[in-house]
Structure formats: C-alpha cells, structure tokens
C-alpha cells in the first residue's frame, strides 16, 4: 500500500489533529480512523463518473501512536469493489501531503498555544 506516514508527533498534537478531523466531520466507525474526502478536481474521470453511484471518494487517514499515516488508495464509500477504487493521481498524492503538513502544522501551533 502506497502511503505518506509522519512519525514523532508530539501527543497534544495528535490530538488537537483529531479534535480537527472530528470537528469536520471525517470519523469513521473506527477509532482513529478518518475518512478524508476529495475534491472533484482530484478524481480521477472514472471516480467522477461513478459519484453518484459508488461516492463520495475519500483517502483513509490512520493516527498512529507517536505519528499520523495517509493512505494513498481512493475508496468509494458507497461500494467496496469497483473500478473506481484505485490510486490517485501523483498530483493528487503531492496535493495531500501538502494538506496533512498544513494540518499538522495548525495542530502544533495550537498546542503550543499557553492555555
């Protein structure tokens, strides 16, 4: 499984990115597991075709203990197995990484924050 993994993340910084994550809607059923939603512009044209059908197309974002993992594989939260499952494009995974950094980066400055 293709993957970007962040480790050595301080505790209170994991958890301010949870609280985020929660906050926005993106748990799943599973305890420290988010579903991250994609935008159109980052479907591949087989997972626009199938929105309606198999969607919405998300990648599976895991808190670690000590670190975060992205998972690079798009899901279709309507169904388990279709074509519409697969990789995204190398765009899309540098576009994500940049997002979690962003994230991550807004979680350490709030916990740095004196309270």
């Given at each position: 499984?293709?993957c970007?993994?962040?480790?050595?993340?301080?505790?209170d910084?994991l958890?301010k990115l949870?609280k985020?994550?929660?906050?926005r809607?993106?748990?799943?059923?599973?305890?420290?597991?988010?579903?991250?939603?994609l935008?159109?512009?980052?479907?591949l044209?087989?997972?626009?075709?199938h929105?309606?059908?198999?969607?919405?197309?998300?990648?599976?974002?895991?808190?670690l203990?000590?670190?975060?993992?992205?998972e690079f594989?798009?899901?279709a939260?309507?169904?388990?197995?279709?074509?519409?499952?697969?990789?995204?494009?190398?765009?899309?995974?540098r576009?994500m990484?940049?997002?979690l950094?962003?994230?991550?980066?807004?979680?350490s400055?709030?916990?740095s924050?004196?309270?």
């Amino acid at each position: 499984m293709r993957c970007y993994v962040v480790d050595e993340l301080p505790a209170d910084t994991l958890e301010k990115l949870e609280k985020t994550l929660d906050e926005r809607g993106y748990a799943s059923s599973i305890e420290k597991l988010y579903w991250i939603p994609l935008e159109a512009r980052h479907l591949l044209p087989v997972q626009q075709e199938h929105t309606a059908s198999c969607g919405p197309h998300c990648l599976a974002l895991e808190i670690l203990d000590g670190g975060v993992r992205l998972e690079f594989l798009v899901r279709a939260q309507g169904r388990m197995r279709c074509e519409c499952v697969s990789y995204p494009s190398p765009e899309t995974e540098r576009d994500m990484m940049l997002w979690l950094d962003a994230r991550l980066k807004e979680a350490s400055s709030a916990s740095s924050l004196p309270q």
